[in-house]
Nanobody, 120 residues
Framework: QVPLVESGGGLVQAGDSLILSCVAS????????MAWFRQAPGKEREFVAA????????YYADSVKGRFIISRDDAKSTVYLHMTSLKPEDTAIYYC?????????????WGQGTQVTVSS
């Protein structure tokens, strides 16, 4: 098990920035590929961004490319999602996820989510 706890969500205005954090418990954080997904009301959960276990590779959904950056700090067992130029369509619950192996693939561990609301 890899307990994941997200934080940093909130209510912001369009054009604002926000940083989400996800802290993992355990001492094997560095072996996991980490990702962020989101789910808007009435929609299916969708992929947002991922970062390889080494941190050398990152992946982004087209809808967030150039606006969001994923990063990780293995010393703190934390993965971040830096979100800029936020749009109302970014409103969703954001989930942190982890998996052994490379992206893409099935993510085995999930956090409870943090709400991000972007007002126009």
């Amino acid at each position: 098990q890899v307990p994941l706890v997200e934080s940093g969500g909130g209510l912001v205005q369009a054009g604002d920035s926000l940083i989400l954090s996800c802290v993992a418990s355990g001492r094997t954080f560095s072996v996991y590929t980490m990702a962020w997904f989101r789910q808007a009301p009435g929609k299916e959960r969708e992929f947002v961004a991922a970062i390889s276990w080494s941190g050398d590779s990152t992946y982004y959904a087209d809808s967030v490319k150039g606006r969001f950056i994923i990063s990780r700090d293995d010393a703190k067992s934390t993965v971040y999602l830096h979100m800029t130029s936020l749009k109302p369509e970014d409103t969703a619950i954001y989930y942190c996820a982890a998996r052994r192996g490379n992206h893409p693939g099935v993510y085995d561990y999930w956090g409870q989510g943090t709400q991000v609301t972007v007002s126009s």
